[in-house]
């Protein structure tokens, strides 16, 4: 479904808006584009969301908006990303429809599977690794966590938390179909740049994923 998944954070963002980070990291490949606008009102997020929609389109790329079902539906955004305190998935899946794309953030094998027996289109883990950009996330569960959920579910597996140049490819072959990040692509003087750099060091490893290349340890 996805490679590298770009996650907005105005305040990282160097002045740039959500839409022209979002400009920026689909022309370097990203696949997807979250907006998350945790501190703004509705009327500010709905209008970044519209903008981020007709770029997305323009990219024929993946939109998606992060806890509000309501600002993704009013923009069109292609589905929305969900974490364990947001409305339930199955109220957000009676609202937007069965060809919305929902995703939902999980931390352990029980949430991931109550996730995919719950119809979720794709989960996202983490954090992987300490970071201060999701304070609210569980800390540093670390690349076993992506193998067990791997080997309890089979939706894609969104890793994010801490992830950067330098261990991107790890979580890849630690099983990860994608992953997201936020100030390795957004915090960045290039946005485009980087998210190049991300993509192409998630294209490089994945043909040469081995089970015997795999290590899971802590």
Known sequence: MFDLYVVTDSDLSKGRTDAEVARL???????????????????E?????M????VADEFCKFFFV?????????SGA????????????????????????IGISVDNVDQAIAAAEGGADYIGIGSIFNTSTKPDAKQGVGLGAIYEIRE???IPIVAIGGINRGNIQDVVRAGADAAAVVSAVVAQDD????????????????????PED????E
Do not use: C, F, W
């Not at 990291?25 to 009327?43: I, T």
């Not at 946005?191 to 081995?210: C, G, M, S």
């Open 25 to 43: 990291a689909y022309e370097g490949g990203a696949d997807a584009v979250q907006l998350r606008m945790k501190h703004s009102d509705g009327r």
């Open 66 to 74: 992060n806890d509000r079902v309501d600002i993704a539906m009013a």
């Open 191 to 210: 946005v485009k740049a980087a998210a190049h750099e991300l993509r192409d060091l998630i294209l490089k490893v994945r043909p040469h994923v081995r």
């Open 45 to 49: 997020m709905l209008k970044q969301a």
């Open 214 to 217: 795999l290590d899971y340890g």
């Open 51 to 54: 903008e981020i929609r007709k």
């Open 152 to 154: 309890a579910v089979d």
């Open 78 to 101: 292609d589905g929305v990303h969900l974490g364990q305190s947001d409305i339930p998935l199955e109220v957000a899946r009676d609202l937007m429809g069965e060809t919305a794309i």
